[in-house]
């Protein structure tokens, strides 16, 4: 069964930083895209960034790209997502996501995700 279970939301001022981690459980980790997205209050939900198996290859939104990191551990069955230079619009629920092996689609389609953590909240105030 698998199992995402992300952390390190928070808090945080303008300007600041926060690495979020996410746990998945089960086996084949390393066999498996992820990615990770997020979804503000009344809007819907939002591709952030989407890394390979291996780690060698991602994808990163226009609105993120330059200031979040997205990483993997494999020995760990972790992927992190480094948001760096936060601003107020960053303000949402994030979510990691594991890409169903079969998809073919887009990187940034959450019909493309299999299983979802529940997500941490990630508020950025001015």
């Known amino acids: 069964q698998v199992q995402l279970l992300e952390s390190g939301g928070g808090s945080v001022q303008a300007g600041g930083s926060l690495r979020l981690s996410c746990v998945v459980s089960?086996?084949?980790?390393?066999?498996?895209?992820m990615g990770w997205f997020r979804q503000a209050p009344g809007k819907e939900r939002e591709f952030i960034a989407q890394i390979n198996w291996s780690g060698g290859s991602t994808t990163y939104s226009d609105s993120v790209k330059g200031r979040f990191t997205i990483a993997r551990d494999n020995a760990k069955n972790t992927v992190y997502l480094q948001m760096n230079s936060l601003k107020p619009e960053d303000t949402a629920d994030y979510y990691c996501a594991r890409q169903a092996p079969t998809w073919g689609g887009p990187r940034a389609a959450a019909q493309g995700y299999d299983y979802w953590g529940q997500g941490t909240q990630v508020t950025v105030s001015s």
């Open positions: 089960g086996r084949g980790f390393s066999n498996y895209a």
